[in-house]
């Protein structure tokens, strides 16, 4: 297990003053949340953290930055993400608390506050930590994932940033805005759902798909500054905004995850973000022992690898295979 320092003393602290107190005779027009202290800041959303004072337990609050809160496509994303966080009930998601609109009409969702460090700011650290802990990290995050696919979503927004290890174990799945999600005559289906994990999704994309136009999700590949840290974990068809993208873009960008831990680095990197795209589009990617003079473990640069794959059909066949593979004894490499 990761270790991480613990939550303040007092933080979450059971008293029962709170356990008591009285609940309003007309809690939806009471004040429900204070204290609000921002925590992060998104491109377009803010996360918060305060008191939720029907339960007296401080959760996490999303909203959008006031200059998108009027922006109905921000506005479906952010309620996509809540609904999607509801819907898949896994120990690898974090829980969505409640959905609602505050009083100056603006769309917010609340969910589960979890302390801890992101694997991105883990890898800048990747020294400390064993490759066992890390790979387990990819592992929990693969059960997240295979449970999603299998319930019709793909996440297409698996980076470093997006995964969070709490203090306790946890590891957890940030950041659904991106999730595409078929209606139920697309996925509903044995047939269909296995033809999404094959990439085979092309009526998945007909007038009944529920995904937001690609314009509007934020993967215009000539803003410099936030794709630059997202585009290297983007699979071909995810760039080239495949119609019938499927859940295997996100095998793709788990085994980019996987490729760094392993080697260090990113599998393609360059000064601007064409660069960086070029190659996803057109060179394979070194192997990680090739790339790191570190002992690699034929395994585990072997799943990497076949993630990486340009042609989705190439890729290992579902997220459920990854993670078996992953949990196979590959440290059997590094007695020798």
Known sequence: MLNFPQPPKDYGQVYLADTDRPLAKDPSKSIRYALFTTIAKGGKSLIKSCKDLHLSRVVCYKTLKPEFAEDEIEQR????????????????????????????GHVYFTM???????????????????????????VQIGHALDYAHTHGVA???????????????????????????????SAGSVENTADLQAGQTDRAESPSTASIPDVEE?????????????????????????????????????????????????????????????KILEEDPRAPGVVTSARIPQLLEDVAMQC???????RLASMGEMVRLLQEDWRVDLLG
């Open 77 to 104: 994303r952010l309620l996509r993400e809540a609904r999607v966080s509801a819907m898949l009930q896994h120990p690898n998601t974090v829980p969505t608390y409640e959905i609602g609109r505050d009083n100056r």
């Open 218 to 278: 934020n993967m215009n590949i000539t803003q410099q500054g936030e794709l630059q840290g997202t585009v290297v974990y983007m699979s071909p068809e995810q760039i080239q905004r495949d119609p019938g993208i499927g859940v295997k873009t996100d095998i793709y960008s788990l085994g980019a995850v996987l490729y760094e831990i392993l080697a260090g680095v990113t599998p393609h990197s360059g000064e601007k973000v064409h660069q960086v795209i070029s």
């Open 308 to 314: 990486l794959r340009k042609d989705p059909a190439q």
């Open 155 to 185: 996440h297409r927004d698996i980076k470093p940033e997006n995964i969070l290890v709490g203090p306790y174990g946890e590891v957890l799945l940030l950041d659904w805005g991106l999730a595409k999600v078929w209606q139920a005559e």
């Open 112 to 138: 589960k506050l979890v302390h801890g460090y992101t694997l991105r700011e883990i890898l800048d650290y990747r020294e400390r930590y064993d490759l066992t802990q890390l790979v387990d990290v990819v």
